[in-house]
């Protein structure tokens, strides 16, 4: 199984949200983040996410920022948005039914 979290520039809630679900979920699972913006491409995530992690025994100090792309449809099972703006940009670059039922809001009951 693999998950994609996405935020909007993937340093503060998406790889934190990354850490927590990779921490709690067996080894076979794959968790990744990425965001609907490339501006903070290539960076950590923030440092308030960093000690955030930390306070939980979560490291995400070695993740990188990463921007979603039309491949991540092929490459996951699930995609979880963090707000309603990035489901709205996931959803857009989406082609297929199969690629829209891949992706929800984080929170939203399915």
């Known amino acids: 199984m693999k998950i994609l979290m996405v935020c909007l520039g993937n340093i503060c809630r998406s790889p934190l949200a990354e ?48 921007p979603f792309t039309e491949n991540d449809f092929k490459e996951f099972d699930h995609i979880y948005c963090m707000d309603r703006n990035n489901l709205k940009d996931v959803l857009s670059l989406a082609k297929t039914d199969s690629d829209r039922n891949k992706v929800s809001l984080i929170l939203e009951n399915n």
């Open 19 to 66: 850490g927590i679900l990779q921490s709690k979920l067996p080894e076979n699972f794959i968790v990744d983040s990425a965001g609907t913006i490339d501006m903070h491409e290539g960076k950590n995530p923030d440092q308030r996410s960093v000690k955030t992690g930390q306070k939980y025994n979560v490291d995400i100090s070695q993740q990188r920022s990463r």
